[in-house]
Protein backbone atom coordinates (compact mmCIF):
# COMPACT_ATOMS: atom_id res chain seq x y z
CA UNK A 1 0.00 0.00 0.00
CA UNK A 2 1.20 3.46 -0.94
CA UNK A 3 -0.89 4.93 1.90
CA UNK A 4 -1.87 8.68 1.19
CA UNK A 5 -0.11 9.98 -1.64
CA UNK A 6 0.32 14.18 -2.48
CA UNK A 7 1.80 15.49 -5.75
CA UNK A 8 3.68 17.85 -6.16
CA UNK A 9 5.93 18.02 -3.50
CA UNK A 10 6.99 21.64 -4.09
CA UNK A 11 5.56 24.43 -6.04
CA UNK A 12 6.15 28.32 -6.87
CA UNK A 13 2.66 30.34 -8.17
CA UNK A 14 3.08 33.75 -8.60
CA UNK A 15 0.29 36.15 -7.46
CA UNK A 16 -2.95 35.17 -8.91
CA UNK A 17 -2.16 31.89 -10.67
CA UNK A 18 -4.17 28.66 -9.95
CA UNK A 19 -3.56 25.16 -9.25
CA UNK A 20 -4.68 21.87 -7.91
CA UNK A 21 -2.61 19.86 -5.49
CA UNK A 22 -3.68 16.29 -5.48
CA UNK A 23 -4.31 13.58 -2.73
CA UNK A 24 -4.92 10.00 -3.16
CA UNK A 25 -5.49 7.09 -0.77
CA UNK A 26 -5.44 3.48 -1.09
CA UNK A 27 -6.73 2.56 2.29
CA UNK A 28 -10.43 3.15 1.48
CA UNK A 29 -10.53 5.84 3.58
CA UNK A 30 -14.14 7.50 4.51
CA UNK A 31 -12.74 10.61 5.88
CA UNK A 32 -10.36 12.71 4.08
CA UNK A 33 -8.50 15.94 5.14
CA UNK A 34 -6.98 18.82 3.94
CA UNK A 35 -4.37 21.26 6.23
CA UNK A 36 -2.22 23.68 6.24
CA UNK A 37 0.74 24.26 8.90
CA UNK A 38 2.74 28.00 8.92
CA UNK A 39 5.78 27.85 10.35
CA UNK A 40 6.22 27.75 13.87
CA UNK A 41 2.29 27.11 14.14
CA UNK A 42 -0.07 23.97 14.33
CA UNK A 43 -2.15 22.56 12.00
CA UNK A 44 -5.11 24.43 10.47
CA UNK A 45 -8.00 22.10 9.14
CA UNK A 46 -9.22 24.20 5.52
CA UNK A 47 -11.68 21.36 4.26
CA UNK A 48 -12.50 17.68 4.82
CA UNK A 49 -14.88 15.23 3.77
CA UNK A 50 -16.85 12.36 5.09
CA UNK A 51 -17.18 10.42 2.29
CA UNK A 52 -17.94 10.75 -1.91
CA UNK A 53 -19.79 13.33 -2.76
CA UNK A 54 -19.84 14.95 0.89
CA UNK A 55 -17.43 17.65 1.86
CA UNK A 56 -17.13 20.81 4.08
CA UNK A 57 -15.22 23.45 5.27
CA UNK A 58 -12.42 23.99 8.07
CA UNK A 59 -11.49 26.32 10.37
CA UNK A 60 -9.63 28.39 7.13
CA UNK A 61 -11.30 27.61 3.85
CA UNK A 62 -11.26 30.92 2.16
CA UNK A 63 -9.09 30.83 -1.23
CA UNK A 64 -9.39 27.14 -1.40
CA UNK A 65 -12.07 25.15 -2.84
CA UNK A 66 -12.29 21.19 -2.92
CA UNK A 67 -14.32 18.08 -4.43
CA UNK A 68 -14.58 14.16 -3.81
CA UNK A 69 -15.86 12.64 -6.36
CA UNK A 70 -14.27 9.44 -5.44
CA UNK A 71 -13.12 7.31 -2.39
CA UNK A 72 -9.41 7.73 -3.41
CA UNK A 73 -8.76 11.12 -4.63
CA UNK A 74 -9.41 14.65 -2.70
CA UNK A 75 -8.02 17.18 -4.66
CA UNK A 76 -7.63 21.03 -3.33
CA UNK A 77 -7.70 23.70 -5.64
CA UNK A 78 -6.08 27.14 -4.90
CA UNK A 79 -7.78 29.91 -7.36
CA UNK A 80 -6.06 33.13 -7.68
CA UNK A 81 -3.32 32.20 -5.38
CA UNK A 82 -1.77 35.17 -2.77
CA UNK A 83 1.49 35.44 -0.20
CA UNK A 84 -0.75 34.54 2.52
CA UNK A 85 -1.17 31.19 1.09
CA UNK A 86 2.45 30.24 1.43
CA UNK A 87 2.41 27.47 3.72
CA UNK A 88 3.23 23.38 3.70
CA UNK A 89 -0.07 21.28 2.93
CA UNK A 90 -1.07 18.16 4.24
CA UNK A 91 -3.14 15.37 3.07
CA UNK A 92 -4.84 12.96 5.62
CA UNK A 93 -7.44 10.10 5.73
CA UNK A 94 -8.99 7.98 8.66
CA UNK A 95 -11.26 5.26 9.10
CA UNK A 96 -12.20 7.27 12.17
CA UNK A 97 -11.76 10.61 13.16
CA UNK A 98 -9.11 10.02 15.61
CA UNK A 99 -5.94 8.37 13.89
CA UNK A 100 -5.00 10.05 11.24
CA UNK A 101 -2.49 8.92 8.28
CA UNK A 102 -0.77 11.59 6.30
CA UNK A 103 0.47 12.05 3.37
CA UNK A 104 4.09 13.80 3.13
CA UNK A 105 3.28 17.49 2.39
CA UNK A 106 3.56 20.09 -0.57
CA UNK A 107 5.35 22.75 -0.12
CA UNK A 108 3.94 25.93 -2.05
CA UNK A 109 5.24 29.36 -2.16
CA UNK A 110 3.34 32.09 -3.84
CA UNK A 111 5.66 35.43 -5.24
CA UNK B 1 -12.08 28.23 22.31
CA UNK B 2 -10.18 25.10 22.15
CA UNK B 3 -6.37 25.51 22.48
CA UNK B 4 -3.00 23.44 22.44
CA UNK B 5 0.02 24.67 23.82
CA UNK B 6 3.44 22.86 23.49
CA UNK B 7 6.94 23.98 24.83
CA UNK B 8 9.38 25.56 22.13
CA UNK B 9 11.98 23.72 20.56
CA UNK B 10 14.39 22.74 19.25
CA UNK B 11 15.06 20.24 22.19
CA UNK B 12 18.40 18.91 21.81
CA UNK B 13 19.56 15.96 24.20
CA UNK B 14 22.00 13.25 23.99
CA UNK B 15 21.50 9.46 22.92
CA UNK B 16 19.80 7.60 26.69
CA UNK B 17 18.96 10.90 27.96
CA UNK B 18 15.70 11.36 29.86
CA UNK B 19 12.74 13.23 27.30
CA UNK B 20 9.61 15.29 28.79
CA UNK B 21 8.19 17.13 25.68
CA UNK B 22 5.47 19.31 27.73
CA UNK B 23 1.72 19.96 26.20
CA UNK B 24 -1.02 21.42 27.90
CA UNK B 25 -4.34 22.41 27.11
CA UNK B 26 -7.09 24.33 27.15
CA UNK B 27 -11.01 22.92 26.56
CA UNK B 28 -14.48 22.91 27.53
CA UNK B 29 -14.96 19.24 27.98
CA UNK B 30 -13.47 16.44 28.14
CA UNK B 31 -11.27 16.19 24.57
CA UNK B 32 -9.45 12.99 23.50
CA UNK B 33 -5.63 13.97 23.44
CA UNK B 34 -3.04 12.46 20.87
CA UNK B 35 0.39 12.66 20.23
CA UNK B 36 1.75 12.36 16.75
CA UNK B 37 4.78 12.51 15.15
CA UNK B 38 6.67 13.68 11.80
CA UNK B 39 9.70 12.02 11.16
CA UNK B 40 12.53 13.97 8.20
CA UNK B 41 10.50 13.89 4.87
CA UNK B 42 7.56 12.21 5.91
CA UNK B 43 3.74 12.52 7.10
CA UNK B 44 2.44 12.48 10.70
CA UNK B 45 1.49 9.37 11.88
CA UNK B 46 -0.02 8.51 15.22
CA UNK B 47 2.32 8.41 18.05
CA UNK B 48 -0.09 7.33 20.96
CA UNK B 49 -3.53 8.69 22.95
CA UNK B 50 -5.43 9.22 25.83
CA UNK B 51 -8.98 8.90 25.64
CA UNK B 52 -10.17 9.90 29.31
CA UNK B 53 -8.70 11.18 32.75
CA UNK B 54 -5.90 9.63 34.27
CA UNK B 55 -5.36 7.17 31.11
CA UNK B 56 -1.66 6.64 29.66
CA UNK B 57 -0.88 6.42 26.17
CA UNK B 58 2.29 4.18 25.46
CA UNK B 59 3.94 2.87 21.98
CA UNK B 60 7.64 2.76 20.71
CA UNK B 61 8.72 3.32 24.96
CA UNK B 62 7.00 7.17 24.99
CA UNK B 63 3.98 7.17 27.19
CA UNK B 64 2.12 9.82 28.26
CA UNK B 65 -1.06 10.34 30.70
CA UNK B 66 -3.83 12.46 30.44
CA UNK B 67 -4.20 14.78 33.37
CA UNK B 68 -7.15 16.75 33.99
CA UNK B 69 -6.60 18.33 36.98
CA UNK B 70 -2.93 20.13 35.46
CA UNK B 71 -4.93 19.79 31.77
CA UNK B 72 -1.59 18.09 30.35
CA UNK B 73 -0.24 15.56 28.28
CA UNK B 74 3.27 15.29 27.97
CA UNK B 75 5.33 12.91 26.62
CA UNK B 76 8.18 11.46 27.84
CA UNK B 77 10.57 8.49 26.83
CA UNK B 78 13.31 6.96 29.27
CA UNK B 79 16.07 6.43 27.07
CA UNK B 80 15.61 8.31 23.55
CA UNK B 81 17.63 7.30 20.34
CA UNK B 82 18.98 9.00 17.52
CA UNK B 83 15.96 7.80 15.93
CA UNK B 84 13.45 9.21 17.74
CA UNK B 85 14.40 12.80 16.10
CA UNK B 86 11.35 14.34 14.73
CA UNK B 87 8.82 16.78 15.15
CA UNK B 88 6.44 15.89 17.71
CA UNK B 89 2.70 17.20 17.47
CA UNK B 90 0.39 17.51 20.45
CA UNK B 91 -3.51 17.76 19.68
CA UNK B 92 -6.92 17.19 21.17
CA UNK B 93 -10.29 16.03 19.18
CA UNK B 94 -12.62 18.82 19.85
CA UNK B 95 -15.67 16.62 21.24
CA UNK B 96 -18.22 19.60 19.88
CA UNK B 97 -16.95 18.63 16.39
CA UNK B 98 -16.24 14.98 15.56
CA UNK B 99 -13.92 16.04 12.45
CA UNK B 100 -11.53 18.70 13.83
CA UNK B 101 -8.14 17.91 15.61
CA UNK B 102 -6.99 20.99 17.30
CA UNK B 103 -2.82 21.22 17.24
CA UNK B 104 0.04 22.27 19.12
CA UNK B 105 2.68 24.22 17.03
CA UNK B 106 4.87 20.93 17.38
CA UNK B 107 8.27 20.62 18.76
CA UNK B 108 11.38 19.91 17.34
CA UNK B 109 13.43 17.07 19.65
CA UNK B 110 17.62 16.47 18.27
CA UNK B 111 19.09 13.51 19.50
CA UNK B 112 23.06 14.00 19.38
CA UNK B 113 25.33 9.93 19.54
Known sequence: ?111 | GDSVTQMEGPVTLSEEAFLTINCTYTATGYPSLFWYVQYPGEGLQLLLKATKADDKGSNKGFEATYRKETTSFHLEKGSVQVSDSAVYFCALRDMDSNYQLIWGAGTKLIIKP
Open chain 1, 1 to 111: NAGVTQTPKFRILKIGQSMTLQCTQDMNHNYMYWYRQDPGMGLKLIYYSVGAGITDKGEVPNGYNVSRSTTEDFPLRLELAAPSQTSVYFCASSYSPESLYFGPGTRLTVL
